[in-house]
């Protein structure tokens, strides 16, 4: 089986995100696995890595959430379905990889945590609608405990 992959910035993996509004009511878990796009992965001093991720949803934005719609061709790059999704880009989970809500599509095997990576340049307009939305304070960081 392969290893887990290294968590780069545009990789999109299988995890069990959690929403802001389910962390605010004291859940500890997400409701579901989902595909996330890691948005930054950054080594600690201490030896660790700190992902951020944020969540791909079917569900359309809707009162102004900002979100960047994925296109068709790179959802089925990706193995995805057909259906439109989304990009959210008003919260984020934080985690220490590789953490425990990754998680694997094939029993046993680490390298199925990932779909793969999105386009460069899709990733890079994605990463400055974030950066963007972060400047006007208009997203929001769950940190992900051990």
């Given at each position: 089986?392969?290893?887990?992959?290294?968590?780069?910035p545009g990789l999109v993996i299988r995890y069990s995100y959690l929403w802001a509004n389910e962390h605010d009511a004291g859940r500890e878990e997400g409701r579901k696995d989902r595909p996330c796009a890691?948005?930054?992965?950054?080594?600690?001093?201490?030896?660790?890595?700190?992902?951020?991720v944020l969540p791909i949803s079917h569900s359309p934005p809707a009162g102004g959430v900002p979100a960047i719609e994925i296109p068709l061709d790179t959802k089925r790059r990706l193995g995805l379905d057909d259906e439109r999704s989304w990009v959210v880009l008003s919260e984020a989970n934080q985690f220490v990889w590789p953490g425990f809500d990754l998680r694997f599509s094939k029993p046993g095997d680490a390298s199925s945590v990932a779909y793969g990576?999105?386009?460069?340049?899709?990733?890079?307009?994605?990463?400055?609608?974030?950066?963007?939305?972060?400047?006007?304070?208009?997203?929001?960081?769950?940190?992900?405990?051990q």
């Open positions: 089986m392969a290893p887990l992959p290294k968590p780069v890691i948005i930054v992965s950054v080594e600690t001093d201490e030896g660790t890595t700190s992902v951020v990576e999105m386009p460069a340049n899709f990733f890079r307009d994605l990463r400055a609608a974030f950066v963007k939305v972060l400047r006007e304070k208009r997203a929001r960081l769950v940190s992900r405990t």
